[in-house]
């Protein structure tokens, strides 16, 4: 089994006894602790505590309780289980990188919060998983559309602003184009106070499929692309409007996809839609806002499960869930 496996009461004897724990670290061939829930223990806040603060993502296996609300992520069979650590085992970097990312920034305001995402996945951009990644990746050059008009069309109907995301023909892809047309869009929302309603679609079979991969790759340096994302974060604009924002979605809504839409106060979504966080395979994070803004709707041990995981989300399971507010035909 990939990983250290425990029980209660090894975590409650390393929580006392630290320097008998065994050597967790991404760097090693213990990149992740599965701890079995079951059974009780008379003190589980040491237990608790310990475990979060392991370098590494905590699995828990079975029923939640004190001790599994501290772990990173909860798994309802080893099997599954297994599944998440043989996903972390494959690039434990980022993997270790995203859970504390997610553990800090749970008590943090939303603007700190998107400092701190950007910095985590600047950092990964200079790493050995994301540099093996684009290496065999990298693309020859930005895919072209085939789509008339501007990348996002803006539509003024008295207090309402409708925005519709504009190339279907490459999935609604976020591009640095259509990024910076949605920030100035939204932008503009946040100046104008006759603008009472803003609403956002996309065009196509999808709302979007994310960030373009033929664009990794395309920035000149990790520290210029932090920068612009703290200038040019379409999620971060949304955050400004977000009470007279809502979103509707549909078919795919993969990384950027949903992560831009989960700082809205209403997403709408069609039932066949579907919801996806792929980054881990890249050896990167969500770093368009969704380890804050998904992770405000759904709880960091869900938004850990869906990176680690990379498993498609229903609509119904997202309604369940809270990352989406309802459901339309």
């Given at each position: 089994?990939?990983?250290?496996?425990?029980?209660?009461?090894?975590?409650?004897?390393?929580?006392?006894?630290?320097?008998?724990?065994?050597?967790l670290?991404?760097?090693g061939?213990?990149?992740?602790?599965?701890?079995?829930?079951?059974?009780?223990?008379?003190h589980?806040?040491?237990?608790?505590?310990?475990?979060?603060g392991?370098?590494?993502?905590?699995?828990?296996?079975?029923?939640?309780?004190?001790?599994?609300?501290?772990?990173?992520?909860?798994?309802?069979?080893?099997?599954?289980?297994?599944?998440l650590?043989?996903?972390?085992?494959?690039?434990?970097?980022?993997?270790?990188?995203?859970?504390?990312?997610?553990?800090?920034?749970?008590?943090?305001?939303?603007?700190?919060?998107?400092?701190?995402?950007?910095?985590?996945?600047?950092?990964?951009?200079?790493?050995?998983?994301?540099?093996?990644?684009?290496?065999?990746?990298?693309?020859?050059?930005?895919?072209?559309h085939?789509?008339?008009?501007?990348?996002?069309?803006?539509?003024?109907?008295?207090?309402?602003?409708?925005?519709?995301?504009?190339?279907?023909?490459?999935?609604?892809g976020?591009?640095?184009?259509?990024r910076?047309?949605?920030?100035?869009?939204?932008?503009?929302?946040?100046?104008?106070?006759?603008?009472?309603?803003?609403?956002?679609?996309?065009?196509?079979?999808?709302?979007?499929?994310?960030?373009?991969?033929?664009?990794?790759?395309?920035?000149?340096d990790?520290?210029t692309?932090?920068?612009?994302?703290?200038?040019?974060?379409?999620?971060?604009?949304?955050?400004?409007?977000?009470?007279?924002?809502?979103?509707?979605?549909?078919?795919?809504?993969?990384?950027?996809?949903?992560?831009?839409?989960?700082?809205?106060?209403?997403?709408?979504?069609?039932?066949t839609a579907?919801?996806?966080?792929?980054?881990?395979?890249?050896?990167l994070?969500?770093?368009?806002?969704?380890?804050?803004?998904?992770?405000?709707?759904?709880?960091?041990?869900?938004?850990?499960w869906?990176?680690?995981?990379?498993?498609?989300?229903?609509?119904?399971?997202?309604?369940?869930?809270?990352?989406?507010?309802?459901?339309?035909?």
């Amino acid at each position: 089994m990939n990983g250290i496996h425990a029980t209660l009461e090894d975590v409650c004897r390393w929580a006392a006894f630290p320097a008998s724990a065994p050597d967790l670290s991404p760097l090693g061939p213990a990149a992740c602790l599965l701890v079995s829930l079951d059974g009780d223990i008379d003190h589980p806040a040491p237990a608790a505590r310990w475990l979060h603060g392991r370098p590494v993502p905590v699995i828990g296996v079975g029923k939640r309780s004190e001790v599994g609300d501290s772990c990173d992520v909860l798994a309802a069979t080893v099997d599954e289980a297994q599944r998440l650590a043989e996903r972390v085992a494959r690039t434990p970097i980022a993997a270790a990188v995203l859970v504390r990312l997610l553990r800090v920034t749970e008590r943090l305001d939303v603007e700190s919060a998107l400092i701190a995402e950007s910095l985590a996945y600047s950092t990964l951009q200079e790493g050995p998983e994301y540099r093996e990644w684009l290496s065999l990746n990298r693309a020859p050059a930005p895919a072209a559309h085939r789509d008339a008009g501007p990348a996002v069309v803006v539509t003024r109907d008295g207090d309402a602003l409708a925005l519709e995301l504009n190339r279907p023909s490459n999935r609604n892809g976020m591009t640095v184009e259509m990024r910076d047309a949605l920030v100035e869009a939204l932008h503009l929302a946040a100046a104008d106070d006759g603008v009472r309603r803003v609403s956002i679609r996309g065009r196509g079979k999808c709302f979007s499929t994310g960030g373009d991969l033929t664009e990794f790759g395309s920035a000149p340096d990790p520290a210029t692309a932090h920068i612009v994302r703290t200038l040019a974060l379409p999620g971060r604009a949304l955050a400004a409007v977000a009470e007279r924002a809502e979103v509707h979605v549909h078919g795919a809504c993969v990384g950027s996809g949903i992560e831009f839409p989960a700082f809205a106060s209403r997403i709408v979504a069609r039932r066949t839609a579907w919801f996806q966080l792929p980054e881990l395979q890249f050896g990167l994070i969500p770093g368009a806002g969704g380890c804050v803004g998904i992770a405000r709707r759904i709880g960091r041990q869900r938004t850990a499960w869906m990176v680690l995981s990379g498993a498609r989300v229903d609509a119904p399971t997202a309604l369940d869930w809270g990352l989406v507010d309802a459901l339309d035909a």
